[in-house]
T-cell receptor, first 111, second 114 residues
């Protein structure tokens, strides 16, 4: 069954603003977390990952924060662009190669 | 070069038919997966193979049968198709091991059962 994320919400952000996408997970034994981006008509694409021994990881324009105490994961996108419009999934690895996906958040960027 | 490819991209068929979806990856990965994505965008893993060996077999009707002829290919055969099988099916691959669980996804196959 579903162990990561909530219902599919939509986040609308003005172009140039920062976006924050949140995710809750339930498996405290998960040791690895990933964010994927899925554009319309395409497969999910890896954005950034973080291991459970870290609480923050930065990439290009993206930052992932992990709070193990409350089992919460967030993805921050700086200076959001129209090309960032997509559905974003958090995912967790709770066992060997078995990655469980959350329900996703749709990000709409307003030009 | 396409990393993970699936055929066909669209598949429209009637209830009761049998159909197959093919997947190939040219990344040299050891592990391949099948996922089902429903109309609400929920992605659920169905199967996973590592070096042609089945390692994950989720609660999926036995009408679904994966087959991995070699580690670069993972096909999905579906017997006696039902309306509820309509979804987008994604193939994915990953290197395997514990260094990274990053998965590379194919473009998806949209299956419509009428």
């Amino acid at each position: 069954g579903e162990s990561v994320g909530l219902h599919l919400p939509t986040l609308s952000v003005q172009e140039g603003d920062n976006s924050i996408i949140n995710c809750a997970y339930s498996n405290s034994a998960s040791d690895y977390f990933i964010w994927y981006k899925q554009e319309s008509g395409k497969g999910p694409q890896f954005i950034i990952d973080i291991r459970s021994n870290m609480d923050k990881r930065q990439g290009q324009r993206v930052t992932v924060l992990l709070n193990k105490t409350v089992k919460h994961l967030s993805l921050q996108i700086a200076a959001t662009q129209p090309g960032d419009s997509a559905v974003y999934f958090c995912a967790e690895n709770g066992g060997y190669q078995k990655v469980t996906f959350g329900t996703g958040t749709k990000l709409q960027v307003i030009p | 070069d396409t990393a993970v490819s699936q055929t066909p991209k669209y598949l429209v068929t009637q209830m009761g038919n049998d159909k197959s979806i093919k997947c190939e990856q040219n990344l040299g990965h050891d592990t391949m997966y099948w996922y089902k994505q429903d109309s609400k965008k929920f992605l659920k893993i169905m199967f996973s193979y590592n070096n042609k060996e089945l390692i994950i077999n989720e609660t999926v009707p036995n009408r679904f049968s994966p087959k991995s002829p070699d580690k670069a290919h993972l096909n999905l055969h579906i017997n006696s198709l039902e309306l509820g099988d309509s979804a987008v099916y994604f193939c994915a691959s990953s290197q395997g091991g514990t260094a990274s669980y990053e998965q590379y996804f194919g473009p998806g196959t949209r299956l419509t059962v009428t």
